[in-house]
């Protein structure tokens, strides 16, 4: 039997879970900081670690928001 599933092209939440990236490392590299927006080579997604942990923590606080 075959599950009743709504089609993503018309489900909104669906639709934002498709756009978001599901982890840092699915960010392309963009020439800077995805953070701070220093400027970078076209390899690297983060200028330091910490530019890497403050995005990491700012979007699961914004992904998650309190209730």
């Known amino acids: 039997m075959k599950a009743d599933h709504t089609d993503d092209r018309t489900d909104p939440v669906r639709q934002a879970e498709i756009a978001q990236p599901k982890s840092i490392a699915d960010l392309k590299p963009k020439g800077a900081c995805w953070y701070c927006n220093q400027p970078l080579d076209n390899v690297r997604r983060f ?10 923590i700012e979007e699961e606080a914004f992904n998650n928001p309190p209730p």
């Open 47 to 56: 200028c330091s670690k910490t530019c890497a942990d403050d995005y990491r």
